[in-house]
């Protein structure tokens, strides 16, 4: 069997769709990304499914302004930068109030705890070489776990400021905790080993949890909080008002969708069909439109012969039996010699039985209306 176009043009189509997805999931990355969404290379996927794994109740925030809870622990990935803002004020009349304060700081302070994972640039560039494994001390456990630390990092400068050491390094610190009002913020000071492309490597994975669990207990929530690394969610017209106007769009969208699928078909049993019923004036229709296809004219004036000899019967009050030449000879002269000619059958052009059948049904009626009105002056005579 030859196989058909259409055969040759779907399976165009599903290599084409193939090739996409290779070139742009194979695609280099140009800047870093250490998303929690990302699985490529600059993404920390890994780690967020791995603390999955270890209880841990992972999940996303990219609104601008969130709603943290008491127990939640936040990790924030951030290039460059201190990752706390400070309050500013400003005047409103005899007061001075704070505005554009940092949700994360505004947390942290009323007890909160959070992880800020630092990267010094925002290049792929960083992401290779990294140097030897380094090896890790903390003064909570007498573990010691190698990682792998970037080449220009591995002795730098940890960044914004120091604080009580959770991990070093033998020359300095790689994780530190800091107090902020009544809350805790953990500092890692390069996030490069729990990216996904160096987490398998050494103990690097151990590390990442460790540090994890200097403030969080087990079975906590983590949140990623990512609009420092620009995954922000604007929010539309709808989303301002809040989530239930977002669901109640998808709702009406699903409501549309069922009308409109459902449009024209029908619920419930099915419908039994029914033959179309024809009218008697159907069939007369029918018969008459064949004898005029079959020029059949004569055929035609001798079935109304015979109808119009039954009502002539019926006019003269004779038996059903009467044979036609007795009723023949009882009719006036026009109408049996136009009768009897009739029902011979002889055939006529088509517009020459219609003129005769015509004047047939002319007599007929007029024969009709004299026999009806001897019938009632009889009546009236008695």
């Known amino acids: 069997m030859r196989p058909s176009p259409r055969a040759f043009v779907f399976a165009g189509l599903v290599l084409l769709a193939v090739s996409a997805i290779f070139v ?38 990219r609104s601008a302004k969130p709603k943290f809870t008491s127990g939640d622990i936040v990790v924030m990935p951030l290039i460059g930068g201190d990752g706390l803002s400070s309050v500013e004020w400003e005047t409103v009349g005899p007061r001075r109030e704070p505005v554009d304060q940092d949700p994360l700081l505004t947390f942290v302070r009323k007890g909160g705890r959070a992880v800020i994972v630092h990267f010094s640039s925002g290049s792929t560039r960083d992401l290779a070489p990294l140097s030897e494994p380094v090896d890790l001390t903390s003064p909570r456990s007498e573990a010691q776990l190698k990682v792998s630390l970037p080449v220009l990092s591995a002795g730098a400068s940890p960044g914004p400021r120091w604080g009580y ?34 987490l398998g490597q050494h103990d690097n994975a151990a590390a990442g949890l460790s540090v994890v669990a200097t403030v969080a207990d087990p079975g906590s929530n983590i949140v990623f909080w990512e609009t420092a690394i620009g995954n922000v969610e604007t929010p539309g017209l709808l989303g301002t008002l809040g989530s239930w106007a977002v669901a109640l769009q998808w709702q009406l969208a699903l409501l549309a969708f069922v009308v409109a699928y459902s449009l024209g078909r029908r619920f ?59 009723v023949l000879q009882r009719l006036p002269s026009p109408l049996s010699e136009r009768l009897a000619e009739a029902l011979e059958g ?37």
């Open 268 to 326: 419930g049993l099915a419908e039994a069909p029914s033959p179309e019923q024809r009218s008697a004036r159907d069939l007369v229709d029918a018969f008459g439109a064949t004898l005029r296809r079959a020029r059949k004219g004569g055929h035609a004036l001798r079935l109304l012969a015979v109808d119009a000899l039954a009502e002539c019967r019926s006019a003269l009050r004779a038996p059903v039996s009467a044979p036609a030449s007795e």
């Open 24 to 61: 742009f999931a194979g695609r280099a990355e140009s800047r870093l990304y250490p998303s929690a969404w990302n699985t490529k290379p600059s993404g920390t996927a890994a780690f967020a499914e791995l603390l999955r794994l270890r209880g841990h109740k992972v999940r996303i925030e």
């Open 346 to 382: 002889r055939e006529h052009e088509l517009s020459e039985a219609l003129r005769r059948a015509s004047e047939l049904a002319r007599l007929v009626r007029e024969f009709q209306q004299d026999t009806r009105k001897a019938s009632d002056s009889l009546r009236r005579s008695k």
């Open 165 to 198: 050491p959770v991990w070093s390094t033998p020359t300095g610190q790689w994780a530190w905790a800091e107090a902020e009002g009544q809350g805790v913020v953990v500092r890692l000071k390069t996030g490069l080993p729990i990216l996904n492309r160096y």
